[in-house]
């Protein structure tokens, strides 16, 4: 008896083994690129941190017998940590009968899902943009945001792709790709306009952008960017700015219909912020514990503190298609 049951302890999938497929898959598929192309990411030591807001560097200017240095405006954003956690529990029978790699799948999978765990994040944050108050006191996506010398100006992009000049029109819900095109276009226009807060243009260095959409209108976005022809002898007007680099994400997460978001991607700041104070961390109650004893079975926890926020609004615009 003694030795069946040291034979089928030898045979059980260990709490090493289970980690290791962890961790190497969490490496393998590090998850989504645009989260990092639109989101800066901190370290945190607190349960909440304050970014405080210091605008942008002066400019240059014609030196008039003394220096003037800049002030630091009195913005700031504040972001809390929260408990994230997920757990899986393995019966000692699946560990040790596991012919098929079942268990395998499952941790792999639990790897897939914590590191689309920031997607889930920033995908709802993006959500909530129209209601999210940022560093100015203003909502995200707003219309009347302004600060020192930029004047009124706002990062919602209203377009009546009925006005629009286009050989074949659709509906805000399914535009034309030349429609698609043109919107575009205009979320693009609206981040070169935006200024600083010393009426300086904010945008006029960016050359890449990524314009991300609800999966309605992904196929229409993709081909009004990588298309040659918009329609039957209409040339691609987004093809012609080839200085410009456009990348089109789909994103399922988001439930919008009609509308999708430009954003810049090369400035040295992002749009959003990711912020964690615990990284990602799995820990193990398996051999020789109790809770193998009572439950006859091993568990595996997956625990972090991390959240986002919003960072710059002037590198993103909202385009609603009407």
Known sequence: ?????????????????????????????????????????????????????????????????????????????EIENKDFDASLAFPLAMLRRDKTGQVKARVEDLADRTNSHWSKLLSDLIARLPATVCYDGQY?????HGEGESG?????????????????????????????????????????????????????????????????????????????????????????????????????RLTWSNKFVVWRTDAPLKPLIRQEEVKVQLTAIAEGSEHEKLRKEHLYMVDTSRNVGAGYWQFAALVELT
């Open 1 to 77: 008896m003694g030795n069946r049951l040291v034979a089928a302890r030898d045979n059980l999938i260990t709490s090493r083994a289970v980690i290791g497929m962890y961790y190497a898959r969490l490496e393998q598929n590090p998850g989504l690129k645009w989260i990092e192309a639109i989101s800066s990411y901190f370290t945190s030591d607190q349960g909440k941190e304050t970014y405080p807001w210091l605008g942008q560097a002066p400019g240059m200017s014609e030196w008039k017998g003394a220096r003037r240095p800049k002030g630091v405006p009195e913005h700031y954003i």
């Open 140 to 144: 995200f996506f707003d219309s009347d």
């Open 152 to 252: 009124t100006q706002g990062n919602i992009v209203s377009v009546d792709i009925s006005e629009l000049p286009c050989e074949v029109h659709g509906t805000p819900t399914a535009p034309s790709v030349e429609e698609m095109a043109q919107a575009v276009l205009q979320g693009i226009t609206a981040l070169f306009s935006f200024k600083d807060d010393q009426g300086e243009p904010m945008n006029e260095a960016a050359r890449s952008f990524l314009v991300q959409v609800p999966l309605g209108l992904w196929t229409k976005a993709q081909a009004a960017v990588k298309q040659p022809l918009q329609s039957p002898g209409q040339s691609n007007v987004v093809q012609t700015m080839d200085d410009l680099t456009i990348t089109v994400v789909p994103n399922p």
